[in-house]
């Protein structure tokens, strides 16, 4: 009789376990990484707004992405970002991504979004930024409530290196009516991201680590309780990744990126199961004039599992994403102008950061 009352919660752990997170975004994704430190607005607006103010000004990102493994391939999910730069050391905006997810199984499919408010705050070569609303996980078929989700970045710019932080608290999940009948409490891991980037004539080199609290998740059904006992150790708690990048200041000015992350993911029982993944990325730039700051771009990337997948290993995928942004609006830095449309390409990628004129 005991066992009957606990078999329920026992099948719960398959289908706790094995999600992973989601970079959201096409440059951290080619970088193989979640960008904590990258300067490209498409991943700061996602991962670190508080590097935003180096570009002052408004910035709008639209894209998608799905995941593939073999010949099955994910719903497409959507991203979206709005940033208004609306002072020179202030700014706001709202971002809608996914956070989590797993894909492929059946019976254990899973996926968190969230939609935030932010705002950022420079102090010199220092930048601060706040984001926080409501996050929403869809799992087995059934739809949780709403819960808070809040998150903290600081980035520190010196001479051609970023430094940058960031730490969030996806918040706590309830679902009624989970696989018909059942009540689940779910609490989803906290994330810090530690980073660095080095700007220096056309190219980019990046390093992160990225920590995740799996140990501080937690599970309830129909009121009782339970953790699971996931292995400890490099891999889903603990990944590095590094990459370089590229710029080509051709007629269209090209960037190429690439990457590598060593981690892993959880399995069913908990077991860590460690992986290398190959990132590879290309973004293009349409400016309309060299002195016009407005400007229209693309991004794509890929991220996959499979290159150097290994029997007992993280199951083989790949992970597709595309975004399309624009930066428009006055810039509040005054800045002498360039007579050539290479040189404002190489300035706006890989500056030092830009003082205003006394």
Not at 200 to 221: I, M, P, Q, V
Not at 297 to 319: H, M, N
Request: hydrophobic share 35%.
């Amino acid at each position: 009789m005991i066992f009957l009352v606990f078999l329920p919660l026992l099948s719960l752990c398959s289908q706790y376990a094995p999600y992973t997170p989601i970079a959201a975004n096409p440059i951290s994704s080619g970088f193989a990484s979640f960008g904590v430190a990258l300067k490209d607005s498409t991943a700061a607006v996602f991962q670190n707004p508080s590097l935003l103010v180096l570009h002052q000004q408004d910035y709008l990102s639209g894209g998608a992405g799905f995941t593939s493994q073999g010949s099955d391939s994910s719903a497409v999910f959507p991203n979206f970002a709005y940033y208004n730069a609306w002072q020179q050391s202030w700014g706001w905006g709202i971002r809608l991504r996914k956070d989590f997810s797993r894909s492929f199984s059946r019976q254990n499919l899973m996926a968190t979004h969230s939609a935030k408010a932010f705002f950022v705050y420079s102090l010199g070569d220092l930048g601060f930024s706040i984001d926080l609303g409501p996050s929403i996980v869809f799992r087995y078929g059934t739809q949780s409530s709403y819960s808070g989700q809040i998150s903290l970045a600081a980035s520190y710019t010196w001479k051609s290196w970023i430094f940058a932080f960031s730490y969030m608290h996806p918040g706590k999940y309830r679902f009624e009516g989970y696989r018909g009948s059942d009540i689940l409490t779910e609490v989803l891991p906290q994330r810090l991201l530690v980073g660095t980037s080095y700007h220096k004539d056309d190219g980019l080199l990046y390093l992160e680590a990225a920590r995740h609290f799996w140990e501080k998740t937690s599970f309830g059904l129909n009121g009782i309780e339970e953790r699971a006992d996931f292995e400890r150790g490099l891999g889903a708690e603990l990944s590095f990744s590094g990459g370089y990048e590229h710029c080509f200041s051709t007629w269209l000015p090209l960037r190429l990126r690439g990457g590598l992350e060593w981690g892993g993911a959880y399995d069913a029982d908990g077991r860590n199961l460690r992986s290398l993944g190959v990132g590879l990325g290309a973004s293009f730039l349409f400016p309309k004039d060299a002195k016009d700051p407005d400007r229209l771009g693309i991004d794509f990337a890929l991220k996959d599992y499979s290159v150097f997948a290994k029997k007992g290993g993280r199951e083989p995928e790949t992970q597709f994403s595309f975004a399309l942004n624009y930066h428009f609006g006055k810039i509040f830095t005054i800045v002498e102008a360039n007579e050539s449309s290479n040189e404002t390409w190489n300035e706006e990628l890989y500056p030092q950061r830009k003082k205003s004129k006394e």
